[in-house]
């Protein structure tokens, strides 16, 4: 079974623990959320996901590492988690993909994810939110930085 890390519990958070618990994708699943919040999610864990649902405040109290963290919780979880998740050897899913306008946060991360082997993952949905669109610039909107994927 997959052991998969959420980064935030909001409303695409929800959406997506529920998505990966449906009948044919089961998984082990983490929570990371700020300290404030730990135990409402933890309290309401049953009702997101059934079964045993870790739920911490730091990528340091996890008791084994996910394969996957998944961000969704917003640009400042990008900067916050991404390369500590990376460093550790998880796949780093980014919703947050304005997050990665910031050049120097970006080559971090792909700096984590060459030398620790974890890999960046940009969902082919948000390529928008980073990569130019061509015909752009003809109507004065400034450039982009690319990312690759």
Not at 1 to 6: A, C, D, Q, T
Not at 13 to 26: D, I, K, S
Not at 30 to 48: H, N
């Amino acid at each position: 079974m997959r052991h998969v890390l959420l980064i935030g519990m909001g409303a695409l958070g929800r959406h997506v623990a529920y998505a990966l618990q449906n009948e044919a994708n089961r998984v082990r699943l983490s929570i990371l959320v700020r300290p404030q919040y730990v135990e409402a999610v933890r309290s309401r864990a049953d009702e997101i996901v059934p079964g045993e649902v870790e739920v911490v405040s730091s990528l340091d109290k996890l008791r084994e590492i996910p394969e996957l963290a998944i961000e969704c919780a917003g640009h400042a979880a990008v900067a916050e988690f991404g390369e500590g998740c990376l460093t550790s050897g998880m796949d780093f899913l980014v919703t947050s993909v304005g997050a990665l306008t910031d050049i120097a946060l970006l080559q971090r991360l792909e700096r984590a994810s060459r030398t620790h082997m974890g890999k960046l993952m940009i969902p082919a949905g948000a390529i928008a939110g980073v990569t130019p669109f061509p015909d752009a610039r003809p109507l004065g909107l400034p450039d982009t930085p690319a990312a690759s994927t």
